[in-house]
Each structure stands twice: as structure tokens, then as C-alpha cells.
């Protein structure tokens, strides 16, 4: 009997936990969470130890599909699928030029399969637009470091949730989202406070030593005025500022206008609390912020990230042990497709503007010049307005599933509906994006196949395949294949034949770049190192298990100083009123949900921990005002769309405010379309709506 045991990284949340399997003739015996793994150390949280089970689920998509005139998806041959892929793309792309077609893709796929989409989307097929589902989770973050240190670069380790005394959750209800992380400060024996900033008093919030219940978009008043706080108390760490950061005094002048006393109202908190903050952060020898999607997912959201940059700055808190304003990232692979997607940027955050940068990728890759787009990517909710107006024809959708998570998605499917041609790349046919699908590819899932994912530290991660996957699925990286040879672009990648010549080619393209791996010589060494964090260049690297940036003060802007940027406070995008007096929060339901469900609803262990229906979390004295009792049907509105779910009353809301978790597809019906100036994020948590009762 041919036993193997096989190490791979969970393909759900950013943690990059990695588990061990034993395979014996094909058949995984035993699946474990990785006991000398530095991310995980043993531990994994139920999605993960259930990881490979939805692969095996009844819905799964066996065969590519097209649908016919009888408006259904049917079984189609590859060779078929391919000619009507080409077909599809050709015709919209030679008709009406290349920026008529569009890809959206993904932070779940491995980093090569996301670098040859990269490549055969713009570089191949020639399409200028591309995008992913970063962009409804990570763009702010990502624009908020790019700003400020010159490059998006997370400046953390995981040790820094162990060695800090004072961590400050903003916008994170790490417990339920990056659980084996939020555990790790079960080894922080510090005499440490952990703060929880969060409208919600999530489970995140009652684990922590103090929770500051903060109103909807106070953040960035509240940050104000701590800084300001901050600076009025001489707390300042001057000979940092001074050496290593610029815009010092237009942020004092700017901030000198938040008094705690004058935030209260819109903040929600007493000016002594604000207070109390300011000092007990000046008063840490290690001070963190640790911030996620109630940052990210806001109308000011990277002036927000930034103000907790600037705060860790002109304090000194970063780049030593315990410190950093620190962006935890959601999927699997959110820095992979960051990085090397060749999306928003060209790979390694080179630019596609600049000359230099197209002619070096182009060099390297042994292509002419002129296949790289001299132009960005129109973002996210721009390529989806651009089907609107007729001006985007055609769309590839890979790994992810707008029909149930994109904000204000009523007229989505009408929008896909009016495409010459959608196609849809997943691991299943019934998700609600693939049954608009003119194509349905079937791709197989991480287990099933190879190749590296980037964690919330900078940690590149081994994928190893673990199953064959089912019917005649297949890897996306072997799609991306197939489809550069039908196209007649396979002489454009000769030596792309493995996820592993594409890993050698990202290794070559990152040389000299602040996230340069150049160093890492393949797959056996990240095997063999349980990963490793970036930057590991050639010559000079630094062989720690744990590393964080910024140790020396230098960062990527060009006078190696860190930026202190600001704004001032817009309005909330849609105000609360007489007809929808109430404010919608959507988010993550519980440990045990992942986004639309596609993979976690299919495991009967997991579901067995989550309510079946869709939920509304209600304050009790709303409820008793509305005449809503727990568990009854409830009527939720908004200006754009209209749902029935059941009611939870209970403490976690404020008077005022509702939640509906994401996982459940009446959730974005009712979501508000605004977006960060900066990001374009979408802000999924603010809309303005009522609710009736219906029992
Ligand atoms: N179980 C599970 N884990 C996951 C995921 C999942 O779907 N399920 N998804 C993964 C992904 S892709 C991501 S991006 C992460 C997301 O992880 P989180 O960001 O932790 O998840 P959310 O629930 O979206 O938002 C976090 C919190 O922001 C709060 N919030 C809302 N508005 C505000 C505000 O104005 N100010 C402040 N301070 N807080 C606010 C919400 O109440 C919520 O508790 O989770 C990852 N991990
Ligand atoms: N209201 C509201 N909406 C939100 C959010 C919120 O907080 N509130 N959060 C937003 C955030 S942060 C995120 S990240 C998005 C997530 O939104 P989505 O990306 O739409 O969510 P998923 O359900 O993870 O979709 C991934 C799809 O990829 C498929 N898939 C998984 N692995 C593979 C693979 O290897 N190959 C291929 N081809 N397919 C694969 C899955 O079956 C699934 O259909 O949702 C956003 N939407
Ligand atoms: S914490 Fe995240 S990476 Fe770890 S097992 Fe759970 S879902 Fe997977
Ligand atoms: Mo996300």
C-alpha cells in the first residue's frame, strides 16, 4: 500500500494554518492540524479540520456546462468548452477592442494560477481590465500602506499578538474570523490589555479585557482626537518623527480640532474613555492595532487605516516587538493576489504606467513590450458600470461569487444577463453567479491541487495537492493552460509548465522589489522552512523564523519617510431618517460560516452550529418598540431592497442598529453602494434601513 504524507495551507482565512495528511492509495486517512507549524502550532479551527469535505459535495461541477437555448446548463466536452471560450472572448474583444472585456477573480486561488490569469488575461488575451474580490476586502489596506510606507506592506509577525501590552482590536471580530491567531494571545504573558473597538459587542468584544462599544464611522473622529490627546501631552516620540516620518505638523494643525470632548456625540464614547485610551497607549511599552473589515469596508476607510498608522508612528510603535498598525488579512491568499496578480498592479507591485516596469516584466517574461496595458484596471464596481452602459461585453468570473457578495447586488444578474458572454470558473454550478453563466469551468479546489498562498504575515505557504480532483475538474492552473493553448498564446509562456515555473518566474520578478522572495529556491525549501515571510531576497536575507519591517525606520517612499496622511470627516453616505431610521451592519455570523457558503454549507458538522435561515440582530428595546419578539419573522428594508428573515434579540446591537451576517444571501440585497475615494471599497457596513414585524 503506498502511503504518502502530504503538508498543505487551509484555503479558508488568511491565518494560513497548515495541516498534515495521510494518504494512503488516494484515500486521506488522517487529517491533522500541523503540529510544528509556526503559524498554527497544532491548533486549527473547525473550517479547516473539515476542509476537504465540501469537495466531495453532490452539486460540485464534474464537467464544463453551456447553456442552451432551453435557458439550462449543459454537459459539454473540454474541447467543446475551450472553442466556446475563445470563441466568446474573440468576438467581443475583436469587435470592440480590448478594454470590452473584463476578468474578476480572487484571493482563493494559489499565487501562480492568480499570476497566469494575470498574464494570459492582459498579456495574451489582450483585455486591460481585471480585478478581485480584494477589492471587497483588503483595497484599503492595501492603499492605505502603499500611501504611507511607499509599498502595501503589512509590517507584522504573529509573535507581535504575544509580545504586545497593548492591543487595540479596531473593526476585528478576530475571535470568529482568524481564530487560531486571536488564540495565540492565550501566549502573551504580559501584563497586556486587549481593547476591542466595535459598534457590536461581538464574542471578539466579551473576551477582551475592555470592550469601547463605538458608534457606526466614529473611527476616524476617535483617532483624531486620541492623536490629538497625544501630541497636546508632549507624548510624542519626536526623534522618530523627526528622522523617519514627514507631514508631522499638518497633522497636528489638522488634528487640533478633535477634542475628546467635542467627538463624544459622534463616537459614542465619554471624553474621559478617549482620554484614558490616549494615556494607556503613550503608557505601553508595546502598543498594536490589529484591524480588519470594520475599517477596510468603510466610505473613509484608508484615511481611517492611516490614522492608526500615524498614531503607531509618532509614537515609535512599529518595527520593534509588539508593535505595528497592523492590517489582518481576510482570504486565503488576499497578499498573493495583492502582489503578484498582475491586477491593480504588474507583478510585485510594479506599475503598469511606468515604462521601466512594462519593459522589465515584459523582458523577463521574453515577450514584447507592447502585450503589456499601458493603462490600470478600471476597479471593481467600474468594470460592473461599464456592463451597465454596454461599454464591458464579456466577463470571467474565477473563484468567486458576486451574485451573493457584492453590495447592492439587486441588478446584478440583470447586469450579467445583458453580457455577450459570461463565463464562470468554480468549484461548483449552483452558486448564485455560475447559474448566470453562459460557461460554467470546472475547477478543482486547494487540496486538489498545487501551488503558494501569502498569509496575514507576509508568510508564503506550501499548497500540496492531497486529492485527484473529481469527474473532469480541473486545477485552474491547468484551465489557465488549456486556454492559453486554444487562445495560440501558449509560445507566450514557455516555460510556465508547472505552478512551480510560474513560483521561479514570480521568485525572478520580485528581485530588488521590497517584497523580493529571490531567495527562496523552490518548493522544497518553503516545505522545509514551514513557510517563509517576505522579504527573502538573494543575498542578505534573514533566516528568523519570525520577522517583522521597519526595524531600521526606512521605508519605500522615496526619502525612505513614512507619510502621516489625513482628511477631513465626510458625512455617513446614506443618513438614517424617518422611513429607515435604522443602521444595517452585515459581517461574519459565526467560526463556522464562510462567505456565500459555497463550501461551508456543505459540511453537516459545521451546519449543525449555525442557524439554518437568515437572521437580524436586534437591541431588546427596539424590539419591544417595534413589537418584535426573538425568533419572529421580521421585514427588513431598505431604498433598494426588501428581505423576511427571523429576529435575534439581544445586547450585541446598540439601540438603533441591526446586524445580518454576509453568509446568508438576504444580506446584500440591502447594502448601501458607496465606496472609499481612495480603495474604491465598497462600505458593506452602513446602510440605512427599517424594520416591521410580521408575527
Ligand atoms: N468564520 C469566518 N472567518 C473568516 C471569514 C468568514 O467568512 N467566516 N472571512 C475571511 C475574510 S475574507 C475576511 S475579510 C475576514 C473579515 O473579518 P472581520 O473583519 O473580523 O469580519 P466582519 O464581521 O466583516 O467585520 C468585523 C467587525 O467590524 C465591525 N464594524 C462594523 N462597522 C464598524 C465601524 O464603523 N467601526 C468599527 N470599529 N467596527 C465596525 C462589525 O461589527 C464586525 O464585528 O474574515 C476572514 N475569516
Ligand atoms: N454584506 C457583506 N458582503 C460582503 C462582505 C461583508 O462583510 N458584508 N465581505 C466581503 C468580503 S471581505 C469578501 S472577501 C467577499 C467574499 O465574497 P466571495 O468571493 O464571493 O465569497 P466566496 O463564497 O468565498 O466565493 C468564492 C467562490 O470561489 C469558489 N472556489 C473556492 N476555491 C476555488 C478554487 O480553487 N478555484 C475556483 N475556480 N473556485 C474556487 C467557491 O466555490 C465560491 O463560489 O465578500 C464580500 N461581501
Ligand atoms: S483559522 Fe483560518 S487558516 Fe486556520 S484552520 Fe481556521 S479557517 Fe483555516
Ligand atoms: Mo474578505
Known amino acids: 500500500m503506498a502511503t504518502q504524507t502530504i503538508r498543505t495551507t487551509c484555503s ?67 474541447d467543446e468548452a475551450l472553442d466556446r471560450f475563445v470563441s466568446g472572448f474573440r468576438a467581443v474583444l475583436d469587435t470592440h477592442g480590448p478594454e470590452s472585456a473584463a476578468f474578476l477573480s480572487t484571493g482563493q486561488i494559489p499565487m501562480e494560477e492568480m499570476a497566469f490569469l ?223 496578480s498582475n491586477t491593480t498592479s504588474l507583478y510585485a507591485g510594479l506599475d503598469f504606467l511606468k515604462d521601466a516596469d512594462r519593459r522589465y516584466v515584459a523582458d523577463l517574461m521574453g515577450i514584447d513590450a507592447d502585450r503589456v496595458p499601458q493603462a490600470n484596471s478600471l476597479p471593481y464596481h467600474r468594470i460592473l458600470e461599464g456592463v451597465d452602459s454596454g461599454e464591458i461585453r464579456a466577463l470571467w468570473i474565477i473563484a468567486t461569487n458576486p451574485g451573493h457578495s457584492w453590495i447592492d447586488h439587486n441588478t446584478l444578474a440583470k447586469r450579467f444577463a445583458s453580457l455577450d458572454f459570461l463565463v464562470v470558473q468554480d468549484l461548483y454550478h449552483t452558486t448564485e453567479t455560475a447559474q448566470c453563466a453562459d460557461l460554467v469551468l470546472p475547477a478543482a479546489g486547494s487540496g486538489e491541487k498545487s501551488g503558494t498562498f501569502i498569509n496575514s504575515e507576509r508568510r508564503i505557504g506550501i499548497v500540496d495537492r492531497v486529492l485527484d480532483p473529481p469527474g473532469e475538474a480541473r486545477s485552474d492552473f491547468d484551465i489557465f493552460r488549456a486556454i492559453a493553448d486554444r487562445w495560440d498564446a501558449t509560445p507566450l509562456f514557455p516555460e510556465w509548465q508547472t505552478p512551480e515555473d510560474v513560483f521561479r518566474f514570480l521568485t525572478r520578478v520580485s528581485r530588488g522589489r521590497p517584497c523580493d522572495i529571490s531567495g527562496i529556491s523552490g518548493y522544497d525549501m518553503l516545505r522545509a522552512r514551514g513557510g517563509i515571510q517576505w522579504p527573502y531576497p538573494e543575498s542578505g536575507h534573514d533566516d528568523a ?111 438603533g442598529q441591526v446586524f445580518i451576517p454576509m453568509h446568508y444571501p438576504e444580506a446584500n440585497p440591502l447594502t448601501y453602494p458607496a465606496f472609499d475615494p481612495y480603495s474604491f471599497e465598497p462600505n458593506y457596513k452602513w446602510a440605512a434601513v427599517r424594520l416591521d414585524a410580521l408575527d
Open 545 to 655: 523564523e519570525q520577522r517583522r519591517l521597519f526595524a531600521d525606520g526606512r521605508f519605500f517612499t522615496p526619502d525612505e519617510r513614512a507619510r502621516l496622511l489625513v482628511t477631513d470627516i465626510e458625512p455617513v453616505p446614506e443618513a438614517t431618517d424617518d422611513e429607515y431610521p435604522m443602521i444595517l451592519i452585515t459581517g461574519r455570523g459565526s467560526t463556522v460560516q464562510f462567505h456565500t457558503q459555497t463550501r461551508t454549507g456543505k459540511v453537516p458538522m459545521l451546519r449543525k452550529s449555525y442557524p439554518a435561515t437568515a437572521y437580524v440582530e436586534v437591541n431588546p428595546q427596539d424590539a419591544e418598540r417595534l413589537g418584535i419578539v426573538d425568533e419572529s419573522r421580521v421585514r427588513v428594508r431598505s431604498r433598494r431592497g426588501d428581505v423576511t428573515v427571523t429576529a435575534r434579540v439581544g445586547e450585541t446591537m446598540a439601540p
Open 12 to 78: 479558508y482565512c488568511s491565518v494560513g494554518c497548515n495541516f498534515t495528511a495521510t494518504v494512503e492509495d488516494g484515500r486521506v486517512t488522517s487529517w491533522k492540524p500541523a503540529k510544528d507549524y509556526p503559524v498554527n502550532r497544532g491548533r486549527s479551527c473547525p473550517k479547516g479540520f473539515n476542509l476537504l469535505e465540501p469537495f466531495a459535495a453532490e452539486d460540485r461541477a464534474l464537467y464544463p456546462m453551456v447553456r442552451g437555448d432551453d435557458g439550462e446548463l449543459h454537459r459539454v466536452p473540454w
Open 118 to 340: 494575470g498574464a494570459l488575461g492582459k498579456f495574451g488575451m489582450g483585455m486591460v481590465h481585471g480585478d478581485g474580490n480584494t477589492r471587497q476586502c483588503m483595497a484599503t489596506a492595501a492603499v492605505a500602506y502603499k500611501q504611507a510606507f511607499g509599498f502595501d506592506a503589512p509590517p507584522f509577525t504573529y509573535t507581535d499578538i504575544e509580545e504586545s501590552d497593548f492591543l487595540v482590536f479596531l473593526g476585528s471580530n478576530a475571535m470568529i474570523s482568524h481564530p487560531v491567531l486571536w488564540n495565540r494571545l492565550k501566549n502573551n504573558t504580559r501584563d497586556r490589555t486587549v481593547v476591542v473597538i466595535d459598534p457590536r459587542a461581538t464574542k471578539t468584544a466579551r473576551a477582551a479585557d475592555e470592550h469601547l462599544r463605538i458608534q457606526p464611522k466614529g473611527d476616524l473622529s476617535f483617532l483624531y482626537a486620541v492623536t490629538n490627546e497625544i501630541i497636546a501631552n508632549r507624548w510624542v516620540d519626536e526623534e522618530f518623527v523627526a528622522a523617519h516620518t514627514s507631514g508631522f505638523d499638518e497633522l497636528a494643525a489638522h488634528v487640533a480640532g478633535f477634542t475628546p470632548e467635542g467627538v463624544e456625540a459622534v463616537t459614542g464614547l465619554s471624553a474621559d474613555t478617549i482620554r484614558q485610551f490616549a494615556r494607556r497607549f503613550h503608557e505601553a511599552s508595546a502598543a498594536s492595532f490589529w484591524w480588519t473589515m470594520g475599517v477596510n469596508q468603510s466610505h473613509q476607510g484608508v484615511r481611517t487605516a492611516q490614522a492608526m498608522i500615524n498614531l503607531c508612528l509618532i509614537t515609535g510603535n512599529i518595527g520593534r516587538p509588539g508593535t505595528g498598525p497592523n492590517s489582518i488579512t481576510g482570504q486565503a491568499n488576499a497578499m498573493g493576489s495583492r502582489l503578484y
